[in-house]
């Protein structure tokens, strides 16, 4: 459905130094940069899929929406979406993305939201019969029905957020680019468009791919995540396969009645020891939760048992630090 | 066609959200040509006339370009207000849409408060008309219309250049001023006032002469022959948005492949 290979791109960007006799210089002669902001990258999306776009500031995740969503002409490199190459048939391409920059509203700021949906309706030419359905079953979905004719500048963030989203997919896109959809929410309205991504992409079989700094967001969604780093792309798996590649450690904390002997557990390492509780670290791959449980209970009286597994945050600072960006 | 008329309903309903500064502004643009059309009026009281031109003619002159001025303006402002939306990278937004760029840009603002100055330009208009004694006949009442177009055509090709501009540069517009206000300041007096150059300038480069010097003439019965040359003139100066179109796109182009 989606198909990058080898596609690059680099800025001019003006170079700006410091002192008044540079400034002067700058107006006359420019010293130009060249900051290779794509590099090379190639990846493949299935129908239907939740892909995950991450990375850190400046890594190219925006560059990399702007492509394929036909904003930007990369330098090389193939794109295909859809059997369309984006920035080639831009207009005949549009008509099956939505996208949404989560820190820009594509919505009419001082008329009702149902007065934009209704010009995106005659922009998009839906026809009647669609846009009627489609409208119904988004506010229907993402319980819009009391904010349809309050005007944007008066909905919280969380209340446009959604209906930012609705509008993206009112003339009914395969693909949904989101870029930071969470940004500034509160934890209810976060929780709120995730479900809401959720059901388009199972009902409706959207394909959706985010770029987000939350992790949790990627958590609740994504399949599968895409990394980039100075423009480059870094790792391509599921958030499991991540899992399995940094996340083997699990930390487990035993509370107990009063024990004085420090515990002998061979297959973990000790992190902290009172006489009421203990921290070990394990790898599970050297040894199974269950095996120190098992130790520990025959040396003392458990009262309860945490098991922990690493953030997904600390796994991605990980990966990042592997690949130092 | 139909969707520019959306935009324009959408934005009219905004702009109603704020009636009281609505009002003020529109009134405010509805005296500020009058100063200049009291220079002009004491100007003629002064001189009597100026090159064989009459204060009516003149003031004729001034109301179909400030006509011309506050329609673009008004429906043009897209244009002329582009840079913001370039700056604020809502021009992404646009790129991601179905339709023209172009008519999205004009669609993005209207500056309804420019209906001031226009009915101020309209009252000089018909003052200017029920005094000169001109034998109206239906092609004259059509070529006077079509002079107004042709200004509103000529004054949105200026703003659709120096929006141009700003996919190199934010900054640097004001130079687009000097066309489209000094062109509205020059186009008020008859062309033939002017040194040469300017005439040719105005009349080839930035045809505003075409827009109203030249079927002014033709109006007032001033043609030498070749009336129906005279006549179409406006129609020569509304080709002027076509060059403007294909610079507006080599400018889209650019902006895609460098993305500032």
Not at chain 1, 2 to 26: D, H, M, N, P, Y
Not at chain 1, 252 to 258: G, K
Not at chain 1, 311 to 318: D, G, H
Not at chain 2, 20 to 36: D, K, N, R, Y
Request: net charge neutral; with cysteine; aromatic share 12%.
């Amino acid at each position: 459905m989606i198909e990058l290979r080898g596609i690059g791109k680099s800025f001019k960007v003006a170079k700006r130094s410091a002192g008044l006799t540079q400034a002067l210089k700058a107006l006359f002669v420019r010293e130009h940069t060249v900051v290779e902001a794509l590099h090379d990258i190639t990846f493949q999306v299935k129908e239907g899929e939740i892909v995950g776009y991450i990375g850190p500031n400046g890594a190219g995740k925006s560059t990399t929406i702007k492509v394929m969503s036909g904003i930007l002409v990369p330098d090389q490199g193939f794109c295909s979406i859809m059997g369309y190459t984006p920035w080639k048939q831009r207009t005949a391409y549009v008509h099956h993305i939505g996208v949404v920059f989560g820190q820009r509203s594509q919505l009419w700021w001082d008329v009702p939201v149902i007065d934009s949906f209704e010009l995106l309706r005659d922009i998009y030419r839906i026809p009647a019969a669609a846009y009627k359905a489609n409208c119904e079953l988004l506010a229907e979905t993402l319980d819009l029905r009391d904010l349809l004719h309050v005007p944007v500048r008066q909905l919280s963030l969380g209340q446009r957020m959604r209906c930012e989203i609705a509008a993206s997919l009112l003339h009914g896109p395969r693909i949904l680019f989101l870029d930071e959809p969470t940004i500034g929410l509160d934890a209810v309205s976060k929780i709120a468009v995730r479900q809401f991504i959720k059901t388009i992409n199972k009902e409706k079989g959207v394909t959706v791919i985010l770029t987000t700094h939350d992790m949790s967001d990627i958590e609740a969604l994504a399949d599968r995540i895409l990394m980039i780093g100075g423009g480059t792309l870094l790792y391509d798996g599921t958030l499991g396969e991540l899992r399995g590649k940094f996340g083997t450690q699990r930390t487990v904390t035993v509370d107990y009645r009063a024990h004085a002997q420090p515990l002998d557990v061979p297959e973990a390492s000790l992190l902290s020891w009172s006489p009421e509780r203990a921290v070990f670290s394990v790898d599970t791959e050297n040894a199974s939760i269950a095996d120190v449980i098992a130790r520990l209970s025959r040396q003392v009286e458990l009262i309860d048992v945490a098991i922990e597994t690493k953030p997904v945050e600390q796994l991605i600072v990980e990966l990042y630090k592997e690949h130092d960006v | 066609m139909r969707l520019y008329f959306k935009y324009l309903s959408i934005l009219f309903r905004s702009q109603m959200q704020y009636r009281a500064s609505f009002w003020l502004l529109t009134c405010g643009q509805f005296f500020s040509p009058f100063v200049m059309f009291a220079g002009v009026y004491f100007m003629f009281e002064r001189f009597g006339q100026l090159r064989g031109w009459s204060f009516y003619e003149v003031a004729l002159c001034f109301a179909v370009i400030q006509m011309a001025f506050s329609l673009s303006e008004c429906f043009a402002r897209g244009f002329d207000a582009f840079s913001g939306l370039v700056a604020g990278g809502d021009f992404d937004r646009l790129l991601v849409r179905p339709r023209s760029t172009a008519l999205q840009v004009l669609g993005s603002k209207f500056e309804f408060t420019r209906f001031g100055r226009l009915l101020q330009s309209i009252i000089v208009l018909v003052w200017a008309l029920t005094n000169l004694p001109v034998a109206w006949n239906a092609a004259k009442a059509v070529t006077l219309v079509m002079m107004v177009a042709s200004g509103v055509l000529i004054f949105t090709g200026i703003y659709m250049l120096a929006a141009t501009l700003c996919f190199w540069t934010i900054q640097g517009l004001e130079v687009a001023n000097i066309f489209t206000d000094g062109g509205r300041e020059m186009a008020q007096y008859p062309l033939n006032i002017y040194q040469k150059w300017v005439t040719v300038f105005f009349t080839f480069i930035i045809p505003f002469g075409c827009a109203n010097y030249l079927p002014l003439l033709y109006i007032l019965d001033k043609a030498d022959g070749h009336e129906v040359m005279y006549m179409l003139a406006p129609f020569a100066g509304a080709l002027f948005l076509l060059p403007c179109l294909l610079v507006w796109q080599i400018g889209v182009r650019h902006y895609r492949s460098t993305g500032s």
